[in-house]
């Protein structure tokens, strides 16, 4: 029963479940990746129209899936989501600012005589799929480079930067995860649109942005990599909870965690197979295959960043203020009242199927964006 669960296993369990949601929040970032799109690949305004309304079916769910990850980090984690966003509020809201603009561009983008005109939301919605993804890889790159705070006695927090963690940036090893994102969110924006749309033209082009967009990927995957088999990390002691230095901590995790060498591999293997499918075998499907990739990535990823005694938000300026999966988390009463209500969700992700089902099941096509149906598209 969930109620005899010990206080470690429900941490482990809720840093797991924020880790899924964080990852389908990767695989969702295809949105992102489709808007950037319509300067590259998009040669008229059809296709645009077509870019546009086959991903906007879907933004809310990527804004949506955002939000719940933060929210489950905030219940589940209170005093990481309290640390983060208390001190680091200005990359933060930079990224809210990303999302406001994105929502706002859907909204109003083909409306008749707006302010702006359509290129100045599309411009907007350039920057939330590479800004905003930017700075999102940056953040999550502090889990593992760490950010400058101090907690006090109270866990308030005194953030040691004037910049209040747009510092983040300044990282080779954030901005490689960064530009990685924004890189393979282009590559699953491509495969989703060549999945989604009916045009032949505009699918030709999708198949080789997916190629050569993964191509770009691959430095700065690289990178990322590189950066985690030598890069030092910070050890939590499973006894005192004192944290220190330890030299090539995150390889020491994968070789005591084999299953997230499975997933990291797995999940590779995913994205690979779901582009060359696309640009070499003519498959419509590779988005399938190299979305399940990268919600296995973003597995092992946040694997690595939490699990195995790790500090997944490190203090540079104060070891012993660095937050771990023990320190930052909940009370075993609301953990436990959260994991009853976390067993709904098996039927929400079960809706969300089946209303992608039915909104994806035809192609889109330049026909459907005429007469009355055209009206409601963006």
Known sequence: MIGNLDLITLQNIWWLIASVVGSLFLFLTFVQGGQTLLFTTAKDDLEKSLILNSIGRKWELTFTTLVLFGGALF???PLFYATSFGGAYWVWMLILFTFVVQ???FEYRSKPDNLLGAKTYEVFLLLNGSLGLLLIGAAVGTFFTGS?????TYNSVAWQTPVHGLEAALNPFNVSLGLFLVFLARTLGALYLLNNIDYAPLAGRCRRAAWFNFLCSLPFLLGVLGGLLFMD?????????KIAMESGKYLHNLLAMPVVVLLLLAGLVGVIYGVVSARFLNKECGIWA????TVLVGLAIFSLAGYNG???YPSLSDLQSSLT????SSSHYTLTAMTYVALAVPFVIAYIWYVWRQMDSR???PGELDGEYAKEMY
């Open 290 to 293: 190299a979305g399940l990739g």
């Open 103 to 105: 929502a706002v561009s």
């Open 325 to 328: 999966i023990r320190n930052a």
């Open 363 to 365: 192609k889109l096509s």
């Open 75 to 77: 219940a589940a984690f």
């Open 148 to 152: 400058r705070f101090v907690l006090n």
């Open 310 to 312: 790790t500090a997944f």
């Open 233 to 241: 990390g910070f050890a939590a002691d499973p006894a005192t909870g």
